[in-house]
């Protein structure tokens, strides 16, 4: 009976951690998010290998996951060369403003 509510209980974590985008796999647990985060190149390979295996839901999974890792990076690059730019650009503004004060300062 206790054995029973062990591997019951076993089972639902497992359950559990597969709804959390973890990748059951030959007692493993592959975590795609994870995986996604560091390692483009790793990922798109291990998605290959699950499609190779035919396991068509997880290498899904990976893929979702790979997509939104790859716009994630997408917009932290988007956002710091729109931060640069405006820097720039409140710079020039800057200079300007100085620049028409030394003028008026020192007329010819």
Known sequence: ???QIIILFIL????ILFKNVNLLKKGEIMNWKELAITSHYKTAVAIKNELKQGHIKYSTTGIEELIDALSRSEKRVLRS???RLMMHIIKWQIQQL???KYWKMNPI
């Open 12 to 15: 639902k974590i497992r359950v």
């Open 81 to 83: 060369q729109l931060t």
């Open 98 to 100: 100085k620049l028409k």
């Open 1 to 3: 009976m206790k054995k």
